[in-house]
């Protein structure tokens, strides 16, 4: 069973910073792409940043030059680094996973449960 769980998340003033860790973990043969995605109230999922195994990071243009994401291989996680944080950034933030799971011959995506980015004085 894959798993993704978040942590990190919390209560920070505007221009403060934040770093959000998700591991994956369970029976995982490969990674393919993992990701960040957050949800305001009232408002649809979108993409904050996202990295393809062997590829360049992209970024939504509203993180750009604000947030960085890596990628620790060994470890299965993905993170991400938050910095000059607007009142606009608050979210859950979800991380999210393509992967192929051991024994498997398609890749699945998984999302995480959700962590709460609230960025206010």
């Known amino acids: 069973q894959v798993q993704l769980v978040e942590s990190g998340g919390g209560l920070v003033q505007p221009g403060g910073s934040l770093r959000l860790s998700c591991a994956a973990s369970?029976?995982?043969?490969?990674?393919?792409?993992m990701g960040w995605y957050r949800q305001a109230p009232g408002r649809q999922r979108e993409l904050v940043a996202r990295l393809f195994s062997g590829g360049s990071p992209t970024y939504a243009d509203s993180v750009e030059g604000r947030f960085t994401i890596s990628r620790d291989n060994a470890k299965n996680t993905v993170y991400l680094q938050m910095e000059s944080l607007k009142p606009e950034d608050t979210a859950v933030y979800y991380c999210n996973a393509v992967l192929t799971p051991k024994g498997a011959t398609v890749r699945t995506l998984y999302w995480g449960q959700g962590i709460q980015v609230t960025v206010s004085s």
């Open positions: 369970g029976s995982i043969s490969s990674i393919y792409v």
